[in-house]
Every structure is written in structure tokens, then in C-alpha cells.
């Protein structure tokens, strides 16, 4: 197997990144629904003020193999931080190689370096292969919490309401 290295990524990762997004909603069949682009990714994830970060994950040669988008959230109940995956994507060429496990136990050292309380991600319902990893690792489904989400045309008459 290859060796892997798992970085911080920097400004200079973002057109990696960005790739990774549109392979990501590809897989996903939701391609048509990204509308990040380069600089969008460079100004929300390394601008003033960003609240969200990246890793990449890279063979010895430096070739991009995955990457990893998180940001931080708040339980009031135990008044602390949490660490939430937006998005853990592998290659193809590199799914099977323990690429997914290594970016989340990076990030589940990271979460307990900064004492985080919790380590939480959402998974599609037919991915079965990713809920095979997670399952593998411990991680548990929360079935008693639904997600809502406003967005879009919704989200605009809510908030001119």
C-alpha cells in the first residue's frame, strides 16, 4: 500500500478541493447543485473570518488521494464545541486503502486536541459503503433527530416574513 499523509490545506489546495466537491455531488447525483467555485472556496474557506477548514490527504508523491471539510458547532447541553464533516471524499483510485479511516481519525484526534465534545457527519441513506466504515468504527446513527434544511426560495420568504 502507499504511503498517506494527511495535511492542513492551504489557499493553494482550493482547485483540489473544488475537484473533490464536484466528484462528491457527482457520486452523490447532485452535481447540478454545486455552485462553489474556486474563489468561492478560497474566500469561505481560508478568507477573514472563516469558521470552516479543510485537510488534504496525499500519497508520498504528493498526489491528492482526499479530503476532509469541517466547522465547528455548540452543544448548550454541554457547553462545549463540537466538530462536524461537512464532506470526506477518497478517490476512486484510492477507495479501499483506509484513505476515509485515516481523514476520520485525524479529525477525531483534532476534535479531542481541542476538546470538542462530539464528532458528528450526516451519510446519505444509500451509501452503503460509507455506513459499512462507520459502522466499522464505532460511529452510531442518531435515528432520533430529524434534519431540516431552508433554502433557497424558502429560505428568503421565511426570513422577509
Not at 478541493?17 to 478560497?42: D, P, Q
Not at 481560508?46 to 500519497?59: L, N, P, R
Not at 465547528?72 to 486503502?97: F, I
Not at 435515528?143 to 426560495?153: A, F, K, Q, S, V
Request: glycine share 8%.
Amino acid at each position: 500500500m502507499t504511503g498517506y499523509r494527511i495535511r492542513p490545506a492551504t489557499v493553494d489546495d482550493a482547485a483540489v478541493i473544488l475537484r473533490f466537491i464536484r466528484e462528491l455531488a457527482e457520486y452523490e447525483n447532485a452535481l447540478s447543485e454545486v455552485a462553489a467555485t474556486e474563489e468561492s472556496v478560497v474566500a469561505s474557506l481560508f478568507g477573514e473570518g472563516s469558521v470552516s477548514y479543510a485537510a488534504i490527504c496525499e500519497t508520498e508523491d504528493g498526489e491528492p488521494a482526499g479530503s476532509a471539510v469541517w466547522f465547528k458547532t455548540y452543544s448548550t447541553w454541554l457547553s462545549k464545541n463540537g466538530l462536524y464533516l461537512e464532506d470526506l471524499y477518497v478517490t476512486p483510485a484510492h477507495r479501499g486503502g483506509g484513505v476515509g479511516k485515516m481523514l476520520l481519525r485525524y479529525l477525531a484526534r483534532l476534535a479531542i486536541e481541542q476538546d470538542c465534545s462530539r464528532f458528528e457527519w450526516s451519510v446519505l441513506d444509500w451509501n452503503e459503503p460509507a455506513i459499512r466504515v462507520y459502522d466499522a468504527i464505532g460511529a452510531e446513527p442518531q435515528t432520533e433527530w430529524l434534519r431540516y434544511r431552508l433554502t433557497g426560495d424558502s429560505l428568503k420568504q421565511f426570513a422577509e416574513g
